[in-house]
T-cell receptor, first 117, second 116 residues
Framework: AQTVTQSQPEMSVQEAETVTLSCTYD???????LFWYKQPPSRQMILVIR??????QNATENRFSVNFQKAAKSFSLKISDSQLGDAAMYFC??????????????FGDGTTLTVKP | GAVVSQHPSWVICKSGTSVKIECRSL??????MFWYRQFPKQSLMLMAT?????????EQGVEKDKFLINHASLTLSTLTVTSAHPEDSSFYIC????????????FGAGTRLSVL
């Protein structure tokens, strides 16, 4: 079974600064997807960024980028120019590529990010 | 992006009663829907996966007679918590996958259930 580990329960960053959230995972599969989700106080889960394992290029979405290290099974999220609205709980998630797993995602325990003005 | 509507957003009920939570995909056909449970400041715990027209697949340790899931159409799935007890109080989140889109799950806004 796959596992996802987020070793930082809490992180804080000064507004306009950069912060990196860590995520490692364990899998024996070669094809899979990785995601970062944001859950603000409203508790609505929002997809921040996704990465296909077969792609070597790191995904980027505006101020959000990832450092995907497949051999190390590491998938960190970098938030640049942090804004107050970035304050939320962030979840790293893994999903197998194959249908046999019915598209189930495995979530990490989350990292609570505080943005200081 | 695609929208998943979850209703109600908050429900309070008496112990022993049943509560139904609805999850609708508004602008796509959801071939697969997922139901999660989340405790405060904790991760999402998958309860079950449902495919339209077939029985839900429950995760180990989830009582299927207590948490009834029905995925009767491509746009609607329901979770019924039967004979609710205070320990069932939690935040329940549904998620749907578009049949045309392999990768992305869309999430509802969640339902806070409080059982008195």
């Amino acid at each position: 079974a796959q596992t996802v580990t987020q070793s930082q329960p809490e992180m804080s960053v000064q507004e306009a600064e950069t912060v990196t959230l860590s995520c490692t995972y364990d899998t024996s599969e070669s094809d899979y997807y990785l995601f970062w989700y944001k859950q603000p106080p409203s508790r609505q889960m929002i997809l921040v960024i996704r990465q296909e394992a077969y792609k070597q290029q790191n995904a980027t979405e505006n101020r959000f980028s990832v450092n995907f290290q497949k051999a190390a099974k590491s998938f960190s999220l970098k938030i640049s120019d942090s804004q107050l609205g970035d304050a939320a709980m962030y979840f790293c998630a893994y999903r197998s590529y194959h249908n046999t797993n019915a598209g189930k995602s495995t979530f990490g325990d989350g990292t609570t990010l505080t943005v200081k003005p | 992006g695609a929208v998943v509507s979850q209703h109600p957003s908050w429900v309070i009920c008496k112990s022993g009663t049943s509560v139904k939570i609805e999850c609708r995909s508004l602008d796509f056909q959801a071939t697969t829907m997922f139901w999660y449970r989340q405790f405060p400041k904790q991760s999402l715990m998958l309860m079950a996966t449902s495919n339209e027209g077939s029985k839900a697949t429950y995760e180990q340790g989830v009582e299927k007679d207590k948490f009834l899931i029905n995925h009767a159409s491509l746009t609607l799935s329901t979770l019924t918590v039967t004979s609710a007890h205070p320990e069932d109080s939690s935040f329940y989140i549904c998620s749907a996958r578009d049949g045309r889109e392999r990768v992305i799950q869309y999430f509802g806004a969640g339902t806070r259930l409080s059982v008195l």
